[in-house]
């Protein structure tokens, strides 16, 4: 019997394939939502690259009733991200803004929803948020504001209506 069920975004990155690893020599039941297969998983969910932040919320909902049904989870945990750095004035400034956002901001944003409806009462989402954001990150204005786009939604999610079970 596993000791409990926790869904890992961004599981086949470096530190997602960590977390799954050690949750799994835990005893722990663990999902993976990535862009390719993390083959220690117990489920993976696989979301296309191109897809709108909209098409990968449907997929995912889709794909974790069809693989949790009625049960629900005791932790979401978002480790999906990168980093791009750049000022305005760099030439991959808008590209990689693009990036960071679609990399961290996204993937938060679909954790936290699935938070809202598969995690159990008194469960945990885990958000990754970084220091740098708390001040000015010229040298990489992409990933500072994706940064502090997370450690805002991390404040109104903890907001008692905030949306959370």
């Not at 019997?1 to 690893?21: N, Q, R």
């Not at 993976?44 to 897809?51: F, G, K, L, M, Q």
């Not at 220091?131 to 903890?158: D, E, N, Q, R």
């Amino acid at each position: 019997m596993a000791a409990g069920k926790v869904l890992v975004y961004g599981g086949k990155g470096a530190l997602g394939s960590t977390c799954i690893s050690l949750l799994s020599s835990q005893k722990y039941w663990v999902g993976s939502i990535d862009l390719t297969k993390n083959e220690n998983a117990n489920a993976n969910v696989i979301v296309e690259r191109d897809a709108t932040i909209l098409e990968q919320e449907s997929q995912i909902f889709k794909e974790l009733d069809s693989v949790l049904g009625s049960e629900k989870l005791d932790a979401v945990i978002c480790v999906a991200g990168g980093w791009a750095g750049g000022s305005s004035s760099s030439n991959d400034f808008v590209k990689n803004t693009d990036l960071m956002l679609k990399q961290s901001v996204w993937s938060s944003v679909l954790a936290s929803s699935i938070a809202s409806k598969f995690l159990k009462p008194g469960g945990i989402l885990v958000l990754t948020g970084a220091k740098a954001a708390l001040g000015p990150t010229p040298g990489m204005i992409g990933y500072g504001l994706a940064k502090a786009a997370i450690h805002h939604l991390t404040k109104s999610l903890a907001d008692e209506n905030g949306g959370l079970p």
